[in-house]
């Protein structure tokens, strides 16, 4: 579904992200992970739109658009929900989620109405607060706004941006279950992530990106699973700890069965 092929960019002429090669499927939750700083904002603001490629191709269903507008991106069917929520407090919940769908001039009022009661069958804290103003919601809830006004855009793709951030252990694991249930809907996702063991541990395929390249690339769990690999990439400092790869599978465990729950 999507491709990129040596992508460079950066801003003002630096460049911040160097020859990325990178696959979405459709159907597949990919992770990106890495320290903060690494260049894992700049790369997802590369595949919405945001910022323009210096070098490379980015292709969207065999299809070249790293030339396009981030609203011509967005009509193709990419939704980029990004880093800080950036949800409208002045605004009901309703009115946030129009304006997720506002680029579909082709849907009518009805059917605005009825994505909406779509989406947030995913979110049902959002049906009992549809007509509230969302200046005083908790941070989990802003972060379900969030993703449920790119959802609004009906998006082949959907790209994540630290979803996690600044969100309790108990918020963090709702939002996971829900990104991973997505996937269930035949959606494609394109995570990007400080908390390397939480999206390694719901990713199909995992990119470590170090100094703006990818260090590494393989199956989400056999990263996840690899002493090697966590001790160099995923950081003493993140949520969990380095540990044993026997630590990590047990942790991986632990998750799948919070979100089951």
Known sequence: MLELRAVSTGYGGTPVVHDIDLTVQAGEIVTLVGANGAGKTT?????????????????????????????????????????????????TVAENLELGGLLNRQRTRGDTASRM???????????????????????????????????????????????????????????????ASLRGRGMAILLSEQNARLSLAIADRGYVIENGRVAIS?????????????????????????????????YAAKLRQLMAG
């Open 43 to 91: 790369l997802v603001k590369t595949i919405s739109g945001l910022l323009r490629a210096q070098r490379g191709q980015i292709l969207f269903e065999g299809k070249r658009i790293e030339t396009l507008s981030a609203r011509a991106r967005v009509m193709l069917g990419i939704a980029h929900v990004p880093e800080g929520r950036q949800t409208f407090a002045g605004l």
């Open 117 to 179: 009661r779509d989406v947030c069958t995913l979110f049902p804290v959002l049906i009992e607060r549809l007509h509230e103003p969302v200046a005083n919601f908790s941070g989990g809830q802003h972060q379900m706004l969030a993703i449920a006004r790119g959802l609004m855009a009906s998006p082949k793709l959907l790209v994540l941006d630290e979803p996690s951030l600044g969100l309790s252990p108990v918020l963090v694991a709702q939002i996971f279950k829900l990104i």
């Open 218 to 250: 393989g199956d989400g769990r056999e990263l996840l699973h690899s002493s090697d690999i966590a001790e160099r990439y995923l950081g003493v400092g993140a949520d969990l700890g380095t540990g044993s790869a026997a630590r990590d599978a047990d």
